[in-house]
């Protein structure tokens, strides 16, 4: 500690230097500390998917006719299967986002981590246009059983040729997985009912299966009544949906590799650049250092410190910037991803600071350790 004045005085010497270089530090980590706490969230989204339920959907992408749904229960295996249509629509203004589900009641035995209570699916079995929303769409809009509302839902246009679907609040649902997402869930018979196209068909058909170890085998029997038919069935896991749909946007974990990659090369080159500039300016102070004693692991020791006390400080304000950013972001999905920083997360960027300067602040030391005290005075 008793170095800390001349690694902070050596630091602030050029003080535009520093700050600018400090920036750009704190960026690469803050974008560090943003993507691993996105890849988390999609983590645990596809970790909370079921080996135990498939989903049958179009090969061709085609809605599939209503009348798939009693040939799919008849496959041996099959428990339990409910109709799903889904779309992103918004509550009175577009910043308020909401997620349409369009199925039925027995959708809750399939789902029983979306607690419902028995009077609230037996209110929304017999209430045409009635919805249930979830636990956090109530809250945020201080919305209770009784309340008529009116959802926006671009993708799917009534017969009216509007998008507006007025629906009246009979239930809400308390998700265990994630209570804060805005979701309502109307009943597929007034959906149907109306809008303006495809009537009688739904997006895609969600089933239990009595053994997970079957699912191969049983999706591959759903698949096969169909294989001949207009519209082309392809049924998978839930996991293995969620991942598909992943996949069209592209390898996120690559891109995410690749961008803090990139963001880390960057700084490497910057941090390391400003260290030299920083050496070449102290030659003679690093002499006058070693001609009243200082040894040369001693001088080294000094810019090694500079580099990683730097770096370490770079990588706390950045991770802790980001840490704040992440719930920003879950409510700006409307809380379908819940991003968040792990301890794990914390504790290797700091180790990455760590590195990162020790990596800067290896060559600039090691020339200072080489350094001649006449040489450098002489010049």
Request: glycine share 8%.
């Amino acid at each position: 500690m008793k170095y800390l004045s001349l690694v902070w005085a050596g630091l602030w010497r050029r003080k535009t230097r520093t700050v600018l270089t400090l920036l750009s530090a704190i960026v690469a980590f803050f974008l560090f500390g943003t993507l691993q706490g996105v890849d988390s969230a999609i983590n645990q989204l596809l970790n909370r998917l079921h080996l135990d339920r498939l989903t049958t959907s179009s090969s061709e992408l085609l809605p599939l006719p209503l009348a798939y749904r009693s040939q799919i229960a008849a496959v041996p295996g099959v428990s339990n299967v409910v109709t799903v249509n889904a779309a992103v629509g918004y509550y009175q203004a577009p910043a308020n986002r909401i997620v349409l589900s369009v199925t039925e009641p027995a959708y809750f035995q399939l789902y029983p981590e979306n607690v419902v209570s028995e009077a609230d699916i037996a209110a929304w079995a017999n209430t045409r246009d009635g919805a249930i929303i979830s636990l956090g769409l109530a809250r945020q809009f201080h919305l209770k059983r009784g309340d008529r509302i009116s959802l926006h839902i671009a993708a799917m246009p009534r017969a009216d040729h509007t998008s507006d679907w007025p629906v009246l609040v009979v239930g809400i649902s308390t998700p265990t997985t994630n209570s804060a997402a805005p979701v309502v869930m109307i009943n597929y018979d007034y959906f149907d009912a109306a809008r303006l196209s495809d009537k009688g068909t739904v997006q895609f058909y969600m089933m239990h299966i009595d053994d997970p170890a079957r699912a191969g085998e049983i999706s591959a029997a759903i698949d096969a009544r169909f294989a001949n038919s207009p519209a082309v069935t392809h049924t998978q896991t839930e996991r293995d949906f969620g991942q598909g749909a992943l996949a069209q946007l592209g390898d996120i974990d690559f891109f995410i590799d690749m961008i803090i990659g990139a963001a880390f090369f960057t700084l490497l080159l910057l941090v390391g650049n400003a260290l030299m500039q920083s050496f070449r300016e102290r030659r003679k102070e690093f002499a006058v250092l070693k001609a009243i004693g200082y040894s040369d692991a001693r001088v080294a020791g000094l810019l090694i410190g500079e580099a990683m006390l730097f770096c370490v400080a770079a990588a706390l304000f950045g991770l802790l910037l980001s840490r704040g950013f992440l719930p920003l972001l879950g409510r700006a999905t409307g809380e379908l991803l819940t991003p968040h920083m792990s301890a794990g997360v914390l504790t290797t960027g700091l180790a990455l600071g760590a590195l990162v300067g020790l990596v800067c602040g290896a060559i600039p030391a090691w020339r200072a350790g080489r350094l001649v005290i006449a040489d450098a005075l002489a010049r």
